[in-house]
């Protein structure tokens, strides 16, 4: 039986950090608007896709090849 997807309700932060190390894409995004925007039962795979947006490796040949990732934070950057 396959793991349920992980959700923004799993994030038990105040930021959520996106980062990709082949765009060099970084930023943070405030955990309470993502979930007023798309609510805490997004799942992070979804949520992933809608930031990044148009990344050319997204579905290379049906495959997601975009290194983009999400990743918990307590306070803003830079503190």
């Known amino acids: 039986m396959p793991l349920p997807e992980k959700t923004l309700r799993s994030l038990k932060c105040e930021y ?3 980062e990709c190390k082949s765009c060099r894409l970084h930023g943070e995004l405030e955990r309470k608007a993502l979930v007023t925007r798309f609510k805490a039962s997004v799942t992070l795979t979804r949520l992933r896709r809608t930031v990044v947006g148009r990344c050319e490796r997204m579905c290379v040949d049906g495959v997601d ?9 307590m306070s803003p950057l830079g503190d």
Do not use: N, W
């Not at 090849?65 to 934070?73: E, F, G, I, T, Y």
């Open 16 to 18: 959520v950090i996106v």
């Open 65 to 73: 090849q975009c290194d983009a990732r999400l990743s918990a934070k």
